[in-house]
């Protein structure tokens, strides 16, 4: 789970990347320039349009695998860092797409002589949502960044507060693994035979990174509080969206919900 490799700590791999894909969203491409709500707007139509499909729809499934093979390289976001931070969500609908296998054994359909029980078919429609379901969201971060993403949350009237606390827990998330690097750090010079942190010596250790945290959270409110801070988003004037935006949005929402009422 850990290891010290130069002297520095490396673990938490999905969380100490969490921010690469957002710093991608300084890039300047077609999709970049796009307006945050037309790209929020088509990437909630999107998963729902995709997990409106039925367990057993898998074929009706591929033509939305075009839309993040058309945005990756539109938008200039590398693949590879697209897989990795994709990968972390896979082994949950991976053990629920291994009970239908289980449970589900009525074949349904045959292919090369073989026949294909129900669980089968829908542990792939499972599988597949999530993939196009999770690189929609993925792609929008990297194409947007969650600052725009924020303030576009405030103009949709969503809840201040609700933003406030998923911008905060976006952020600090890092935070947390840069305090957890520093223990392990500390442990490692102590036990320096040990592989990891032993079982023993796991309560001592969460409840150390607990008290780092929340005097770390005291020190961060403090210096937020010093920065003028009131306990409200700050929002600046909203974008006005232009009819090239709107028309944008009805063709790709229209792309992707004429299929489905067609399949």
């Known amino acids: 789970m850990y290891r010290r490799d130069s002297g520095s700590f490396v673990g938490f791999g999905a969380l100490s990347g969490l921010n690469t ?35 057993y729809e898998v074929s009706a499934l591929t033509p939305y695998f075009l839309y993040p093979a058309i945005l990756v390289p539109l938008s200039e976001t590398p693949p590879r860092i697209l897989m990795r931070r994709l990968l972390p969500a896979l082994p949950f609908t991976l053990f629920g797409g291994i009970g239908n296998v289980l449970f589900d054994t009525e074949p ?24 196009l379901s999770v690189s929609a969201v993925l792609l929008l971060v990297s194409a947007t960044g969650m600052a725009d993403l924020s303030r576009q949350l405030v103009f949709m009237k969503v809840p201040e507060l609700f933003v406030l606390q998923l911008v905060l827990t976006y952020r600090y998330l890092g935070v947390l693994t840069g305090e957890t690097g520093t223990l392990y750090e500390a442990y490692a010079v102590r036990c320096p035979g040990a592989r990891g942190i032993r079982m023993g010596d796991t309560g001592a250790f969460v409840g150390a990174l ?3 945290s929340i005097d770390r959270a ?23 969206l232009g009819a090239g935006d709107m028309l944008i949005l009805a063709a790709v929402c229209g792309a992707m919900i004429i299929p489905r009422c067609l399949s």
Do not use: N, Q
């Not at 710093?23 to 997990?51: E, N, Q, S």
């Not at 961060?220 to 003028?228: F, I, L, Q």
């Open 108 to 131: 349904v359909m045959s292919v090369g002589g073989f026949a294909v029980t129900g669980g089968v078919v829908s542990f792939v429609s499972i599988m597949s949502k999530t993939v």
């Open 21 to 55: 894909l957002e710093m991608c969203a300084g890039r300047d491409t077609v999709i970049h320039r796009l307006h945050p709500f037309v790209k929020m707007a088509a990437t909630i139509v999107y998963v729902a349009v995709v997990v409106s499909f039925g367990r």
């Open 218 to 240: 005291g020190r961060v409110y403090s210096a937020m509080k010093c920065r003028g801070f009131s306990g409200a988003y700050p929002t600046p004037r909203r974008e006005r």
């Open 210 to 212: 607990l008290l780092r």
